[in-house]
């Protein structure tokens, strides 16, 4: 009777402290989350710097092994070069860009004023009353002018802000490159179990977002460039700003480029019904193009992914992070497909194919 009443109060003891072990582990990964949210800002400029990391280190470890550079020298001679490239396009581009968009802006007021000769919007006009309400709104401008001339600092102040952002993505992701090696090294002898499975992992994570990002951009140009030669053949003006327009919303995965393209189609409407014809006819072979031959080629290759897993990626990281989460869903998905493979991969371990006996010969 001593003995069991002894017990008792040394199992209520142990339960107690497994209660408060879980209640302490619960608010721990609480507060963890609620940390996490508080700096959400500041991860995912982390999440980027890393993004671009693991996106350039191919670059530049070619630049190490073949042309024998320090590695700081290498990161730096790639930075240079995606410089370079982009101040050679911008030399190239922003010229006529810039004379095109304000032709653009000087047309408006012809465009405008065929709209108002237009019979469907007079229709319209009978209808709803759209002209009367234009000029009610238009009484109002001076305030909204002015409005607008008060949030231009806002605008200036959140300009430096992104330009600061930027210049620190690219410092973290200098550092991690400089110190890939030691980390990657680190990770491989201290934290994985298999350091062949650890650096198999690297390995395919690494091509996988690298050949996305080279394949995203080359989808992107070649759209552009591809956009701009048939609208100088049809005719189209400002073709240099609506070719650029194209390029920049084709990098967005799978609706981007259509969004492009109906600008094109709206500034086309002005020189006639057969031009926007064409132009849809056009851009309904290029999208089919895109998406069964273009498509496959960057999804399937790059990251070996189905198009279903593309599409339901991009929704997710669209819905969870706007337009940035829909160009980092791929690769972080293909990054998770990789992980789960490599899970799944030594839970089933392969095995050995036994000696298949001699046949017995025949008489």
């Known amino acids: 009777m001593d003995a069991t009443a002894a017990a008792k109060p040394v199992r209520r003891s142990i339960g107690v402290s497994q209660t408060a072990r879980t209640v302490l582990t619960v608010a721990g990964i609480v507060g963890l989350i609620y940390i996490c949210w508080l700096l959400r800002h500041v991860l995912l400029l982390g999440i980027l710097a890393v993004f671009l990391a693991v996106a350039l280190s191919a670059p530049v470890n070619f630049l190490q092994t073949r042309a024998r550079m320090p590695r700081a020298l290498a990161i730096l001679t790639v930075y240079a070069l995606l410089g370079a490239a982009m101040v050679g396009v911008g030399l190239l581009v922003l010229p006529p860009l810039i004379d095109e968009f304000t032709a653009l802006l000087r047309a408006v007021p012809g465009y405008v004023r065929q709209l108002q000769d237009s019979g469907l919007i007079e229709h319209w006009d009978n209808e709803y009353g759209i002209v009367s309400q234009l000029e009610g709104q238009a009484k109002h401008l001076p305030s909204v002018v002015g409005g607008a001339l008060n949030e231009l600092e806002t605008i200036t102040v959140a300009a430096i802000e992104r330009i600061v952002e930027l210049i620190a993505i690219l410092a973290i992701a200098f550092v991690l490159l400089l110190d890939a090696p030691r980390l990657l090294g680190f990770l491989y002898r201290e934290v994985a179990p298999d350091e062949q499975a650890a650096r198999r992992i690297a390995r395919e994570t690494s091509s996988a977002v690298g050949g996305y990002v080279a394949g995203v951009f080359a989808v992107a140009a070649l759209a552009g460039i591809v956009s701009y030669l048939v609208m100088t053949i049809l005719g189209i003006p400002y073709a240099v700003p609506l070719a650029v327009q194209m390029a920049f919303f084709a990098i967005l995965p799978l609706v981007g480029s259509t969004i492009g393209a109906v600008a094109i189609a709206a500034v086309a409407a002005f020189q006639g019904v057969e031009i926007v014809v064409i132009w849809g006819v056009f ?17 399937r290759k790059a990251v070996d992914m189905s198009p279903a897993l593309v599409i339901l990626s991009v ?22 497909q990789i992980l789960i493979r490599e899970w799944w991969r030594s839970r089933t371990p392969v095995e050995p194919v036994a000696a298949s006996a001699p046949e017995p010969s025949q008489a």
Not at 283 to 299: I, K, N, S
């Open 283 to 299: 851009w309904l072979f290029y999208q089919q193009t895109e998406t069964h031959v273009l498509g496959p080629l960057v999804y």
């Open 315 to 336: 929704m997710a990281g669209a819905t969870l992070l706007g337009i940035l989460g829909a160009l980092l869903a791929i690769p972080a998905t293909a990054t998770i």
